[in-house]
């Protein structure tokens, strides 16, 4: 089974009730985790989840998510290298005309690597790339 690429977005979307996604995130989660396949995600994006729940003042849920990624058997966690790192710099210099973040490309081209094609996402950038956006 092909693996899919967890973002950011939709890991808060999963926890946070007032999120704009949230329901959507919720069910699509619901439906996938009956059959989920692997999932693929980086320590950037572990970083920007992690922080966004502890910059608002929610330390306990920042842990538990932080702890469900981390020992989650369904989860593969890339650790940004150098040689990672390096890569998606040139990603993100070839691609000036794009308002992509750093951890954005970082994320593009760990899927390339991995040749994955759908990325569990509610950023566009993900589209814009050249992959496919669930739910």
């Known amino acids: 089974?092909?693996?899919?690429?967890?973002?950011t977005g939709y890991?808060?979307?999963?926890?946070?009730?007032d999120d704009q996604y949230h329901e959507v995130a919720l069910q699509?989660?619901?439906d996938i985790s009956k059959n989920l396949p692997p999932l693929i995600t980086t320590s950037y994006v572990f970083d920007e989840v992690v922080?966004?729940?502890?910059?608002?003042?929610?330390?306990?849920?920042?842990?538990?998510?932080?702890?469900?990624i981390l020992n989650s058997?369904?989860?593969?966690?890339?650790q940004?290298?150098?040689?990672?790192?390096?890569?998606?710099?040139?990603?993100?210099?070839?691609?000036?005309?794009?308002?992509?973040?750093?951890?954005?490309?970082?994320s593009f081209t760990v899927i390339n690597r991995f040749g994955i094609?759908?990325?569990?996402?509610?950023?566009?950038h993900f589209v814009q790339a050249g992959f496919k956006r669930l739910p």
């Open 1 to 7: 089974m092909i693996p899919l690429f967890l973002d």
């Open 11 to 17: 890991l808060i979307a999963l926890e946070v009730i």
């Open 28 to 30: 699509h989660w619901t």
């Open 51 to 68: 922080t966004f729940f502890n910059a608002r003042n929610y330390h306990s849920k920042a842990v538990e998510i932080g702890d469900n």
């Open 73 to 78: 058997p369904s989860i593969q966690l890339i």
């Open 80 to 106: 940004v290298d150098e040689q990672l790192f390096k890569e998606s710099w040139g990603y993100f210099k070839k691609h000036n005309d794009k308002g992509y973040s750093f951890t954005d490309c970082v």
């Open 117 to 124: 094609k759908t990325a569990l996402t509610f950023d566009n």
